[in-house]
């Protein structure tokens, strides 16, 4: 079955302790993004990759890293959490963006950050 | 930065009613997506829009790509009680290289 799988589900943490969200992909997918979703705000894209070691950044980067060593895997680093940092994250995966193929997202991190 | 403004915020349809969702591109995009997500789901993704003008239809919902690659909007006729949720588009900006950004999402009602 095709998907993409995001842990923790929820976490809750406190400032300044580093925490990572994984992401991985089954679909050897090349393009990979991560969202930070806030009412009233919609999603905002954090960072994206579009191949193994080949990283950008979206609108909201900052306080955040990410890593693309494999192609199935994005994760989302956190080095230092700030209660700002709470939010409900998604990962994505694209074969292309661009190419009309559909961008499946993974069910949700839920973090809170004390 | 780019801005993608999406209007209304907020519609509550009686069920047959039709809808209608705008989104406004600040810049011009390379192309346009639309996502549903219904409550406490995940987006999904519906249909990307590319060429100027473009129109695409799925079943009751027809998407729209503005001549000047800056506008689109989602219409669903006569709303089913399915259609609820919260509608999203994305807008690619031109040479931003695949960075993506959404509008702020209209949340759908629909009254049976």
């Known amino acids: 079955e095709a998907q993409v799988t995001q842990n923790p589900r929820y976490l809750i943490t406190v400032t300044g302790k580093k925490l990572t969200v994984t992401c991985s992909q089954n679909?050897?997918?090349?393009?990979m993004s991560w969202y930070r979703q806030d009412p009233g705000l919609g999603l905002r894209q954090i960072y994206y990759?579009?191949?193994?070691?080949?990283?950008d950044k979206g609108d909201v980067p900052e306080g955040y890293k990410v890593s693309r060593k494999e192609k199935r895997n994005f994760p989302l680093i956190l080095e230092s959490p700030s209660p700002n940092q709470t939010s409900l994250y998604f990962c994505?995966?694209?074969?292309?963006?661009?190419?009309?193929?559909?961008?499946?997202f993974g069910p949700g991190t839920r973090l809170t950050v004390l | 930065g780019q801005q993608v403004m999406q209007i209304p915020q907020y519609q509550h349809v009686q069920e047959g009613e039709d809808f209608t969702t705008y989104c406004n591109s600040s810049t011009t995009l390379s192309n346009i997506q639309w996502y549903k997500q219904r409550p406490g789901g995940h987006p999904v993704f519906l249909i990307q829009?590319?060429?100027?003008?473009e129109v695409k239809k799925q079943k009751r919902l027809t998407f729209q790509f503005g001549e000047a690659k800056k506008n689109s909007s989602l219409h669903i006729t006569a709303t089913q009680t399915t259609d609820v949720g919260t509608y999203f588009c994305?807008?690619?900006?031109?040479?931003?290289?695949?960075?993506?950004?959404f509008g702020s999402g209209t949340q759908l009602t629909v009254l049976p």
């Open positions: 990759s579009m191949n193994v070691e080949v990283t």
């Open positions: 829009l590319v060429k100027s003008g």
């Open positions: 994505a995966s694209s074969l292309d963006l661009a190419g009309g193929d559909t961008q499946y």
């Open positions: 679909m050897n997918h090349e393009y």
């Open positions: 994305a807008g690619e900006r031109w040479g931003s290289a695949r960075q993506l950004t």
